[in-house]
C-alpha cells in the first residue's frame, strides 16, 4: 500500500491554465507539505499545513493555494499556469511534532508549455 | 536568507567503497539536520538526522557527522553498494520553523 500518493504523475498543459494536483497519505497523520523540486533538482517547500495552521513559504505565489479536505488529503491549486511553474512537486506528511522525519510521496511532473 | 549547500554536486564512487557527501549550512541556530536519498523518479527517503547537541551519528551502514564549529555536515556510506546510487540531499531544521533543503549530490556507484 502506497503510504503517500499523488495524481497525476505527469502533467503537461498550457499557461494560463488551472490545474489542481491530488495528495492523499493513509498514515494518520497530521501534517502535510507540498515541496516544489526545479530541474537542478532543489527542493523548496511550499506550505505546511495541519488542522490548525497553514504555514506558507512567503517565496510562493498566491497563484498556488492548498486545499484540504480532510486530514488525509492536501491538495494543491495552482491558477494561470505560468512555464516557470515547470518542475515536480512532491507531497509528504509527517505527525505533528515529528516533522523531521516526512514522508514523501512520489512526485507530480508538472510541464507547462 | 539562511541557505544551505553542498560542496560536491557529483560524486562516484566504487562499489564496496566508502562514500562521504559533505553539505555546509549557515544558519547555527537550526535544531537538527536530516540526510534525504532520492532515487530516479521516486520522492526523498528519510535516511537518517542527527540533533544540533550531538556530532555523531549511526545508523546501518550511514554515519552523520555534525561539525557545528565550521557548520559542516557529512554523510558517510560504508561499502557502497549499486542500490546506494541516487542524489542525496541534507536539510536544516529550525525548531517550530519549515525544512531548508541542499541543492543534492548526486552519488553513482561505478561496478
Known amino acids: 500500500d502506497t503510504a503517500v500518493s499523488q495524481t497525476p504523475k505527469y502533467l503537461v498543459t498550457q499557461m494560463g491554465n488551472d490545474k489542481s494536483i491530488k495528495c492523499e497519505q493513509n498514515l494518520g497523520h497530521d501534517t502535510m507539505y507540498w515541496y516544489k523540486q526545479d530541474s537542478k533538482k532543489f527542493l523548496k517547500i511550499m506550505f505546511s499545513?495541519?488542522?490548525?495552521?497553514?504555514?506558507i513559504n512567503e517565496t510562493v505565489p498566491n497563484r498556488f493555494s492548498p486545499k484540504s479536505p480532510d486530514k488525509a488529503h492536501l491538495n494543491l491549486h495552482i491558477n494561470s499556469l505560468e512555464l516557470g511553474d515547470s518542475a515536480v512537486y512532491f507531497c509528504a506528511s509527517s505527525r505533528r511534532g515529528d516533522q523531521e522525519t516526512q514522508y514523501f510521496g512520489p512526485g507530480t511532473r508538472l510541464l507547462v508549455l | 536568507g539562511e541557505n544551505v549547500g553542498l560542496h560536491l554536486p557529483t560524486l562516484s564512487v566504487q562499489e564496496g567503497d566508502n562514500s562521504i557527501i559533505n553539505c555546509a549550512y549557515s544558519n547555527s541556530a537550526s535544531d537538527y539536520f536530516i540526510w534525504y536519498k532520492q532515487e530516479s523518479g521516486k520522492g526523498p527517503q528519510f535516511i537518517i538526522d542527527?540533533?544540533?547537541?550531538?556530532d555523531k551519528r549511526q545508523g546501518q551502514r550511514v554515519t552523520v557527522l555534525l561539525n557545528k564549529t565550521v557548520k559542516h555536515l557529512s554523510l558517510q556510506i560504508a561499502a557502497t553498494q549499486p542500490g546506494d546510487s541516487a542524489v542525496y540531499f541534507c536539510?536544516?531544521?529550525?525548531?517550530?520553523?519549515?525544512?531548508?533543503f541542499g541543492p543534492g549530490t548526486r552519488l553513482s556507484v561505478l561496478p
Open positions: 536539510a536544516e531544521v529550525n525548531y517550530g520553523q519549515n525544512f531548508v
Open positions: 499545513y495541519n488542522n490548525k495552521e497553514l504555514i
Open positions: 542527527i540533533r544540533s547537541n550531538m
